[in-house]
């Protein structure tokens, strides 16, 4: 098993920059593909970034493309989320996962982690 403890969320204006840090104890972060995931109020809870195990491969929302980017030091057994040109409609409690099943590449598919952080809040404020 792994444990996932999420921090670096906060209140930004719109335009800002935030990174999230998914910090992972347990097993080998490494053995994981990892994402990040983010529900809003009265939405669900939607994919934002994924990243294999190695981090040769990475995959994003078509909202966050081009303003996100997902990372992961598996030295220090951390996979991160790097947030610029931030929006309004990018409030949300964001979560890491991790996946142990995908041995190759990741899944966009909340269904496929089996791990999860207790989440972050993201406040932008236009």
């Known amino acids: 098993q792994v444990q996932l403890v999420e921090s670096g969320g906060g209140l930004v204006q719109a335009g800002g920059s935030l990174r999230l840090s998914c910090a992972a104890s347990?097993?080998?972060?490494?053995?994981?593909?990892a994402g990040w995931f983010r529900q809003a109020p009265g939405k669900e809870r939607e994919f934002v970034a994924a990243?294999?195990?190695?981090?040769?491969?990475?995959g994003y929302a078509d909202s966050v493309k081009g303003r996100f980017t997902i990372s992961r030091d598996n030295a220090k057994n951390t996979v991160y989320l790097q947030m610029n040109s931030l929006k309004a409609e990018d409030t949300a409690v964001y979560y890491c996962?991790?996946?142990?099943?995908?041995?190759?590449?990741?899944?966009?598919?909340?269904?496929?982690?089996?791990?999860w952080g207790q989440g972050t809040q993201v406040t932008v404020s236009s």
């Open positions: 990243i294999s195990r190695s981090g040769t491969n990475t």
């Open positions: 996962a991790a996946d142990p099943k995908t041995r190759y590449g990741y899944t966009r598919r909340h269904y496929e982690y089996d791990y």
């Open positions: 347990g097993r080998t972060f490494s053995s994981y593909a």
